[in-house]
């Protein structure tokens, strides 16, 4: 199970300075940015700085970075794999052809980053994505034709995709709400908008997770593991097994290259430990049993964020156990 079997003979407790974040080391990670809620929290959290890169690069550069967000219509009878093949069959109709390449050079097109965001409500599954577009600037004449020509290919391709019907009403609504495009945008705007969507701790993203429920955008698929409303054990298997191979940030060919951010699998984000977090203590074998028996680890994290080490030795004692505490040698 992710963060919760041994890898080696102790377990270690850290404490990411920058921020008073406290976590595990010498645990199995399963490195599922859409299945877990552990790693899903530690890769967006380790991909941030990625994002705020990118865009210090496009404005020092001269470009600006606009958000764009992809939407259609769905219904709840729909199942989320054939909701995702038609919107990735729609992505792709809509960046061929010659129109597409001649909107792109007419605006300077750099490349773009897109999040693949999934959310479920009152109308099912809503896979829907936003994107970071490296482009030339825009006066106040082309951001509106930007935006009429990006909703122009997104109403063709997704009607030839068979996500629209070509009916007056359905396309009235999609006229409105298909596409959005926030300007000069910055990296802390597309982390909110983000944010709004999935989570980002073990703790922030229940806490949230909990927030939006009733909202009309719906709610995370991790809200199931903590909801379990009836169905949600179904509604979960069923986003899990859809997701597979898919992707949660992609990159356009080369832009990772032009901005300076080096390649980095999710595997290898969930086993990097960041150079200013510090080696609080170790845990044995018997000790993390303890935890893991008295579902203290979330505690025990707490504790380390509110007392350092004294607050882990505290907890453990509180647990019962008499076991010699092991602390890291500060002389290495």
Not at 37 to 57: D, G, M, N, S, Y
Not at 235 to 258: C, I
Not at 261 to 274: G, M, N
Request: glycine share 8%; net charge neutral; hydrophobic share 35%.
């Amino acid at each position: 199970m992710c963060r919760y079997s041994r890898v080696g003979t102790f377990v270690s407790v850290h404490l990411e300075n920058q921020h008073n974040s406290a976590f595990y080391g010498g645990l199995a990670t399963c490195a599922s940015v859409w299945a877990c809620p552990v790693c899903t929290a530690k890769i967006q959290a380790r991909r941030r700085p990625e994002l705020e890169k990118l865009v210090e690069w496009a404005y020092a550069n001269g470009y600006e970075v606009q958000m764009v967000t992809f939407t259609f219509p769905h219904y709840g009878y729909q199942r989320l794999a054939h909701l995702l093949a038609s919107q990735r069959e729609a992505f792709k109709l809509m960046r061929k052809g010659k129109q597409w390449d001649k909107f792109k050079s007419g605006h300077g097109y750099q490349g773009m980053v897109r999040s693949l965001e999934i959310t479920h409500g009152s109308n099912g599954f809503h896979p829907h994505t936003h994107e970071l577009w490296i482009t030339d600037k825009l006066d106040e004449i082309d951001q509106g034709d930007f935006k009429a020509a990006v909703l122009k290919h997104w109403r063709s391709a997704c009607i030839r995709s068979g996500l629209l019907l070509d009916e007056a009403s359905t396309l009235d609504a999609f006229n409105k709400h298909a596409v959005d495009v926030q300007f000069r945008t910055s990296s802390s705007d597309y982390l909110a908008k983000q944010d709004q969507s999935r989570a980002w701790g073990i703790d922030a993203e229940m806490t949230a997770a909990q927030s939006k429920q009733g909202k009309k955008s719906g709610v995370h698929p991790h809200d199931f593991l903590v909801r379990q409303d009836e169905g949600d054990k179904e509604l979960y298997l069923e986003y899990v097994q859809a997701m597979k191979g898919y992707r949660q940030l992609f990159w356009s060919p080369g832009l990772k290259d032009k901005a300076g951010v080096r390649e980095v699998s999710d595997e290898q984000l969930v086993q990097e430990q960041t150079e200013t977090a510090d080696l609080l203590g170790l845990l044995t074998v018997r000790q993390w049993a303890l935890i893991r028996g008295n579902d203290a680890r979330a505690e025990l994290l707490d504790a380390a964020e509110c007392a350092g080490w004294q607050g882990v030795v505290n907890l453990l004692r509180s647990l019962g156990c008499d076991d010699a505490i092991y602390v890291p040698d500060p002389g290495g």
